[in-house]
């Protein structure tokens, strides 16, 4: 099979590919990049434990990065259902591994994302999926808020969107100020989550309360 046509390939029945195998021409290029860049850092490249790192890092970069290769409005379209149920639908403490673009070092944490319907539902793993397409790029958690936040709102056209994150930067953490402990929550909201306090607030006391 010819790598490149697979490796650029997105099922455009779900909008998101797994990433199992890599381009060819591009991880030879990274493993070489890497490895100048252990050098440069005055490591022994040939050392057991080091000899195939560039190799690894090279793979493990792209894996990293995926959501580029995902088109996270097509993960909703096509899944996206007809339903006149017009509450508040909340999934909670979705999972965020992604990279902060100014250290290229994790930021991880979770997310909440709510949304009021509109006549029009999506399934709950799709919310799932939309923030993993956007957070594995290299990102900010601000836009990674309002992305995911736009995304939903320009699909499925609720009446409104929620979306709180909060993650502890390993840039923060391990260099620099070295906060251990600090945890940075973003939010951004659409329609009456905006407008009424009182949703707003609904949304709140929800993502705080443990159910289980
Ligand atoms: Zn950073």
Redesign the pocket.
């Known amino acids: 099979m010819n790598y490149k046509d697979e490796d650029k390939r997105i099922d455009n029945s779900s909008g998101y590919e797994r990433i199992d195998n890599f381009d060819e021409e591009k991880t030879e290029k990274l493993t070489e990049l890497y490895r100048e860049i252990l050098l440069t850092l005055g490591e022994d490249v040939n050392r057991e434990g080091l000899f195939k790192t560039p190799l690894r890092v090279a793979k493990s970069m792209q894996y990293l990065i995926h959501g580029y290769n995902t088109e996270p409005a097509e993960i909703i379209r096509s899944a996206m259902f007809k339903e006149e149920y017009s509450q508040m639908v909340l999934v909670k403490d979705i999972e965020i591994y992604s990279l902060?673009e100014?250290?290229m070092?994790p930021f991880i944490g979770k997310a909440h994302v709510a949304y009021i319907p509109n006549g029009y539902i999506t399934g709950l793993s799709k919310i799932a999926r939309v923030v993993e397409a956007f957070a594995r790029r290299l990102q900010v958690q601000e836009r990674l808020t309002v992305q995911i936040r736009d995304c939903i709102q320009e699909t499925l056209n609720p009446l409104g969107v929620a979306v709180v994150i909060e993650a502890k930067?390993m840039?923060m953490i391990m260099r620099g100020i070295q906060k251990q402990n600090s945890v940075t929550t973003t939010s951004a909201f659409t329609g009456a989550f905006l407008r009424e306090t009182k949703t707003r607030e609904e949304f709140i006391h929800l993502i705080g309360q443990k159910l289980h």
Request: charged share 0%; hydrophobic share 15%.
């Open positions: 902060c100014h250290h070092i930067h840039c």
